[in-house]
């Protein structure tokens, strides 16, 4: 279903244009770059006008199955400088979602309102299911434990912004490697690329098999640890992960690793003085306050370059960019 919608002959927005955004399987490093290019120019136009008129007149459907604060509402913002409207659903049990209705329903009512639907559910495939019924794009903002592509999308541009490239680099990733589905994202897109990854987490939190495997597959390395400590002093990025609760069967399990890592001023006292630490956030304590003080703590320039990524998808989606 990737790639599935008519684009025009004269392959504008470097093919993003009229395309769903399920997977970051979809983004070629020519396309990684298109986004960034356009990223940095949305930062300037932000900073130097605060807004524009390139989508007004489009309206984008903000439908969430799921809590979010951060991608929800820089979504919207993303929309909103850009001068164009929002749809805002994020609150399905207030819509006919609660009546009932089917996905392929729901998303086939709101195309006939919208130019673009930002889906974010908890089942696995459900954006790829959206784009099956609906004609216009989907973005995906998470499948359930499955990918988050824009998160992964502004992740690595930080990692660009912060380090000057996205090769050639040691990246920890640190917490709930499991559930988490800006991992499962970020290591794919990180692919090829010369990284070599370090896992660390508790066992029953381990990176799934299958992203494992793609990353022996693509000639990459991985190795996997408990201890943080073992991996700090090396890392380019370590990528701090929220231990998600929400997907836990055993609630016992969740309180047996809640609390696992906490990443101090002293654990990062044996880190390079030259990496950065990051977070999709929202975070319950793996990352102490005292922490953000430090340079290196990128997780709220992550969080403003969410904004700057987001315009730039939305704009070459629709055909704008
Ligand atoms: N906000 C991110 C997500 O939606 C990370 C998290 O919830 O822990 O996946």
């Given at each position: 279903?990737?790639?599935?919608k008519?684009?025009p002959?004269d392959?504008?927005?470097?093919?993003?244009?009229?395309?769903?955004?399920?997977?970051?399987?979809?983004?070629?490093?020519?396309?990684?770059?298109?986004?960034?290019?356009?990223a940095d120019?949305?930062?300037?136009?932000?900073e130097?006008?605060?807004?524009?008129?390139?989508?007004?007149?489009?309206?984008?459907?903000?439908?969430?199955?799921?809590?979010?604060t951060r991608?929800?509402?820089?979504?919207?913002?993303?929309?909103?400088?850009?001068g164009?409207?929002?749809?805002?659903?994020?609150?399905?049990?207030?819509?006919?979602?609660?009546?009932?209705?089917?996905?392929?329903?729901?998303?086939?009512?709101?195309?006939?309102?919208?130019?673009?639907?930002?889906?974010?559910h908890?089942e696995v495939?459900?954006?790829?299911?959206?784009?099956?019924?609906?004609?216009?794009?989907?973005?995906n903002?998470?499948?359930?434990?499955?990918?988050?592509?824009t998160?992964?999308?502004?992740?690595?541009?930080?990692?660009?912004?912060?380090l000057?490239?996205?090769?050639?680099?040691?990246v920890g990733?640190l917490?709930?490697?499991?559930?988490?589905?800006?991992v499962?994202?970020l290591?794919r897109?990180?692919l090829?690329?010369?990284?070599?990854?370090r896992?660390?987490?508790?066992r029953?939190?381990?990176?799934?098999?299958?992203?494992r495997?793609?990353?022996?597959?693509a000639?990459?390395t991985?190795?996997e640890?408990?201890?943080?400590?073992?991996?700090?002093?090396?890392?380019?990025?370590?990528?701090?992960?929220?231990?998600?609760?929400?997907?836990f069967?055993?609630?016992?399990?969740y309180e047996r690793?809640?609390?696992?890592?906490?990443?101090?001023?002293?654990?990062?006292?044996n880190?390079k003085e030259?990496m950065v630490?990051m977070h999709?956030?929202?975070?319950?304590?793996?990352?102490?306050?005292?922490?953000?003080q430090?340079?290196?703590?990128?997780?709220?320039?992550?969080?403003?370059?969410?904004?700057?990524t987001r315009?730039?998808l939305?704009?070459?989606?629709?055909?704008r960019a």
């Open positions: 279903m990737v790639n599935s008519p684009r002959a392959n504008v927005t470097n093919g993003l244009y009229n395309q769903d955004i399920l997977t970051v399987r979809q983004f070629t490093p020519e396309l990684v770059d298109y986004v960034f290019g356009v120019e949305m930062r300037t136009l932000v130097r006008f605060g807004s524009a008129d390139l989508l007004q007149g489009k309206i984008m459907a903000n439908l969430f199955y799921e809590p979010s991608t929800s509402s820089s979504f919207m913002a993303a929309m909103q400088r850009l164009g409207q929002v749809i805002p659903i994020n609150s399905v049990k207030y819509s006919s979602v609660s009546k009932g209705e089917s996905l392929a329903d729901t998303v086939r009512t709101l195309e006939c309102y919208a130019d673009v639907i930002v889906l974010r908890y495939g459900a954006a790829a299911e959206a784009a099956h019924w609906a004609s216009k794009p989907i973005i903002a998470g499948d359930g434990v499955g990918e988050h592509p998160q992964a999308l502004l992740d690595a541009y930080t990692i660009q912004r912060e000057g490239r996205m090769e050639n680099l040691t990733m917490g709930d490697l499991r559930f988490g589905r800006t499962h994202s290591t897109l990180l090829n690329r010369d990284v070599t990854f896992f660390v987490s508790p029953l939190l381990r990176m799934p098999e299958e992203i495997d793609e990353v022996t597959n000639g990459d991985f190795t640890h408990r201890d943080v400590m073992e991996i700090i002093d090396e890392v380019d990025v370590l990528y701090v992960t929220r231990v998600q609760k929400e997907r069967t055993d609630l016992a399990d690793v809640k609390d696992i890592y906490v990443i101090t001023p002293e654990v990062l006292a880190a030259k630490v999709p956030l929202p975070r319950v304590g793996e990352i102490a306050y005292e922490v953000d430090d340079p290196r703590a990128a997780y709220f320039r992550q969080m403003q370059n969410g904004v700057f315009m730039a939305l704009a070459a989606v629709l055909g």
